[in-house]
């Protein structure tokens, strides 16, 4: 159990790094495979030993070898943080079908998190080829009820389109097709949890970015880190917090 956890955990910070490429180099319509990984200083072309995950931006402190320009702290915390989901997923699933789906959710969730953080936006062609994957995923893997991806689809496009008309524009496109695609593997239920988490976490954000200066007032931030943190805890931790819950209004 040890080493099939240790070697999620390697496959983790391989894809996160892979991840890390596909969010920033798709939403200006790059290949994802060539060129090879540069310095976006200097533009030399990362050797093998520059393409560990984590471990090459500990050994190099954070700096390009060639130029010793700072990088991003993001890269190796992504990284991290795909290793450390995936094996979530599979502590939590174990050895069931269920856990593909817990590793596609990850995934799509940490490649638009790196395009919200660059870009502000979330590439729709990431959308639609994960669409695609959990069409297929929750044919093999079926909800319990049969309809709850299409109802979940539809809860969770409804409510944030809605929320877009109200807000006039304060819910970006790419936050409603993401919440009808999430519908479609979490369904209804879990679904709406997330949306409630995904709010709560935004709230938190933004009032913690506003007291340490970091987010001006009225200003727009990405919304989709928020979105990976509520989807996430909703996903993994629904019934234990649906019981938690109950337990506290029966009081
Ligand atoms: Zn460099």
């Given at each position: 159990m040890f080493f099939v956890t240790l070697y999620i955990f390697t496959i983790g910070l391989i894809f996160g790094s892979f991840f890390n490429v596909v969010g920033l180099r798709v939403p200006n319509g790059?290949?994802?495979?060539?060129p090879r990984s540069a310095c976006p200083a200097c533009h030399h072309t990362l050797r093998a030993k520059e393409l560990v995950p984590v471990l090459s931006y500990m050994w190099q402190r954070g700096k390009?070898?060639?130029?010793r320009t700072k990088i991003s702290s993001l890269y190796p915390c992504m990284e991290l943080l795909t290793g450390l989901l995936f094996v979530v997923s599979f502590l939590l699933f174990?050895?069931?079908g269920e856990t593909a789906i817990a590793i596609l959710l990850v995934s799509l969730f940490m490649i638009i998190t790196v395009s919200d953080l660059a870009y502000m936006l979330i590439p729709n062609r990431v959308l639609v080829f994960f669409f695609c994957l959990f069409v297929v995923g929750r044919f093999i893997?079926?909800?319990?009820?049969?309809y709850d991806s299409l109802l979940g689809m539809a809860v969770g496009f409804g409510l944030l389109y809605v929320i877009a008309v109200v807000s006039r524009g304060g819910m970006g496109g790419g936050d409603i097709k993401l919440y009808a695609v999430l519908g479609y593997v979490l369904g209804w239920k879990v679904v709406l949890l997330s949306f409630f988490l995904s709010t709560l976490a935004g709230a938190i954000g933004g009032s913690v970015g506003l007291l340490i200066g970091r987010v001006k007032r009225g200003e727009t931030m990405p919304f989709g880190p928020y979105i990976m943190v509520g989807t996430l805890i909703a996903y993994f931790f629904y019934t234990p917090i649906i019981n938690w819950y109950m337990n506290l209004v029966n009081l």
């Open positions: 790059q290949s994802i495979v060539t390009c070898a060639n130029c174990g050895f069931q893997v079926p909800p319990t009820l049969w």
